[in-house]
């Protein structure tokens, strides 16, 4: 297993940004797929985006395109989450994960196997 921290999350307007921050224990980082869930209060976790271990290949649920970009640097064994032009419904806690390698359904949680434990991001109108 792979420990995970994120860090970066905070109260911003809508219309702003922040960027989330995830880093990765272990020497193995650079092989996996890794990905950014949320869950806001009342609601299920839900895919947000995924990258891929090379960085070139990534995917982002229909509500966060075109705002938010994942991105790693795989020598500080981290993966980042640049959110642009917030809304209040962007509002949930973050979390990071690292993908099961084999599957490709990546906006099923299930597919991951470490999570961190979340950094909070609210979003005020």
């Known amino acids: 297993q792979v420990q995970l921290v994120e860090s970066g999350g905070g109260l911003v307007q809508a219309g702003g940004s922040l960027r989330l921050s995830c880093a990765a224990s272990g020497r193995t980082f650079s092989s996996y797929a890794m990905g950014w869930f949320r869950q806001a209060p009342g609601k299920e976790r839900e895919f947000v985006a995924t990258i891929r271990w090379s960085g070139f290949s990534t995917y982002y649920a229909d509500s966060v395109k075109g705002r938010f970009t994942i991105s790693r640097d795989n020598a500080k064994n981290t993966v980042y989450l640049q959110m642009n032009s917030l809304k209040p419904e962007d509002t949930a806690v973050y979390y990071c994960?690292?993908?099961?390698?084999?599957?490709?359904?990546?906006?099923?949680?299930?597919?991951?196997?470490?999570w961190g434990q979340g950094t909070q991001v609210t979003v005020s109108s």
């Open positions: 994960a690292r993908r099961i390698p084999g599957y490709s359904d990546y906006e099923n949680p299930i597919r991951y196997d470490s």
